[in-house]
């Protein structure tokens, strides 16, 4: 009966971890990118696993807010903002490509991961 306790509990624990796992590494937008908006403002924007999002430019200006995935885009929040924007994403050969869904935002392309 001890052995099919142990047992259990080990394979709840493997699944448990599997599932964390998978998770954290789902999200392939985590980690800090580096690249220039359509206008050529260097900008910076890290992307933290827990949701959260630092951005910076080359004038110094720092902001910081939350972030959420969902369908191909991914929904920016900055305090600095006042208002959510949502950009279409694409990583493709390690360069992140983020496409403005509105006609005012700048978008960025070719940002590479730091």
Do not use: R
Request: charged letters at 30%; a negative charge.
């Amino acid at each position: 009966m001890k052995k099919y306790v142990l047992s259990a509990l080990l394979v709840v624990m493997l699944l448990g971890s599997l599932i964390l796992l998978t998770a954290c590494g789902s999200n392939e937008l985590v980690g800090k990118w580096e690249g220039t908006t359509t206008d050529g403002l260097n900008t910076t924007f890290e992307f933290k696993g827990d949701g959260k999002v630092d951005y910076s430019n080359e004038y110094g200006f720092n902001s910081n807010g939350t972030y959420e995935v969902k369908d191909g885009e991914v929904k920016i929040s900055l305090e600095s903002w006042g208002e959510a924007k949502t950009y279409k994403y694409e990583i493709k050969d390690g360069k992140l490509k983020l496409t403005a869904t509105d006609k005012y935002s700048p978008s960025y392309d070719g940002m590479e991961k730091k």
